[in-house]
């Protein structure tokens, strides 16, 4: 089993749609959850971290499920701007007193918002 | 602006060449980090360096070789290349054991003929 895996993809929307994309995880000791977006060509950027409690941020919500390993992000009204690759991460946090840690990311769902 | 910037971003090279990918941070991170990206394929972490230290090395053959001067600067030297080894090499650093801060560079889109 992957240890991150997503939807595979890609989604084709219109703009002022509701998409969701989701992410199971197969290490239940993981600590952290994150979906970062990745733009062509670009680097991978932080969109926003994911608690259990779920968070939003504008137009966007994620949400955790610790029992299922299970991630979600939802984004509505879709703008062309919201194109990119979202990737699915998750963090398992070493003890090892080194301060550093390693994160493991899902392959991505490529989004393309339609006018 | 990223406060991670990697030289350079393009390089093409012969199986036979010796080249070095060179990071540089100004964020104050203790971390440093190589990830490779191929097509089709999720984010492949190569190494970690924490506080100049080695940390981790997730199996890479040795025609990679890591080197960290310092907490700033990270380096990949590359030798006897195979085609299969084109990829985007990103360099990213961080702060601490949180997930928050994960900061990568543009990456070096690497060719190799």
Redesign the interface.
């Known amino acids: 089993r992957k240890e ?1 895996e997503q939807d595979p993809g890609p989604f084709n929307v219109p703009e002022g749609a509701t998409v969701a994309f989701n992410c199971t995880y197969s290490n239940s000791a993981s ?4 979906w970062y977006r990745q733009d062509c ?6 969109l926003m ?1 994911v608690y259990s409690s779920g968070n939003e941020d504008g137009r966007f919500t994620a949400q955790l499920n610790r029992a299922s390993q299970y991630i979600s992000l939802l984004i509505r009204d879709s703008k062309l701007s919201d194109s990119a690759t979202y ?1 699915c ?1 998750v ?1 398992l ?2 003890d ?1 007193g ?11 769902t490529k989004l393309s918002v339609i006018p | 602006e ?1 406060g991670v910037t990697q030289t350079p971003r393009h390089l093409v090279m012969g199986m036979t060449n010796k080249k070095s990918l060179k990071c540089e941070q100004h964020l104050g991170h ?2 440093m980090y190589w990830y490779k990206q191929s097509a ?4 492949e ?1 190569m190494f ?4 100049e ?1 080695r ?2 090395n997730n199996s890479v053959p040795s025609r990679f070789s890591p080197e960290c001067p310092n907490s700033s600067h990270l380096f990949l030297h590359l030798h006897t290349l195979q085609p299969e080894d084109s990829a985007l090499y ?1 360099c990213a650093s ?1 702060q ?5 801060g ?1 900061t ?4 070096t ?1 690497l060719t190799v003929v």
């Open positions: 991150v600590q952290s959850f994150f060509r670009k680097e991978p950027k932080l971290s990737l991460v963090n946090q070493r090892s080194a301060g550093s840690y390693q994160l493991t990311f899902g392959k991505g | 990223t203790n971390a089709k394929k999720p984010l972490l970690v360096y924490s506080l230290e940390v981790e990103l961080s601490g054991g949180r997930g928050y994960y990568f560079g543009s990456g889109r």
